[in-house]
């Protein structure tokens, strides 16, 4: 089983930047792609971005390049964390974030196996 715990959201102005934090936790956590999405008031979930077991590839939703970074440290096998490094922050970035992981790099963009309770990031303008 795993267990993923977010942390990190807030409250920011337009412009500013943001780092989430989810804390994966389980037997066979290091050998899962990891990764995140979101769902804005009254909008679909969408994909933000995945990282692979290894930290050796990652992906992001096109609209998301260049302004988030996901980042991962395996250091502990039984526990690994993922991070969303957010910069640039737009009103329209508000969302609950929401920590993901899954066996396959490729299947976790659209069908993760595991989900986080979800973090708040609320972008002032």
């Known amino acids: 089983q795993v267990q993923l715990v977010e942390s990190g959201g807030g409250l920011v102005q337009a412009g500013g930047s943001l780092r989430l934090s989810c804390a994966g936790s389980?037997?066979?956590?290091?050998?899962?792609?990891m990764g995140w999405f979101r769902q804005a008031p009254g909008k679909e979930r969408e994909f933000v971005a995945t990282?692979?077991?290894?930290?050796?590839?990652?992906?992001?939703?096109d609209s998301l390049k260049g302004r988030f970074t996901i980042s991962r440290d395996n250091a502990d096998n039984a526990k690994n964390t993922v991070y969303l490094q957010m910069n640039s922050l737009k009103p329209e970035d508000t969302a609950v974030y929401s920590c993901?992981?899954?066996?396959?790099?490729?299947?976790?963009?659209?069908?993760?196996?595991?989900w986080g309770q979800g973090t708040q990031v609320t972008v002032s303008s």
């Open positions: 389980g037997r066979t956590i290091s050998s899962y792609a």
């Open positions: 990282i692979s077991w290894r930290a050796g590839a990652t992906y992001y939703a």
């Open positions: 993901v992981a899954g066996r396959n790099f490729q299947v976790i963009k659209t069908t993760p196996n595991y």
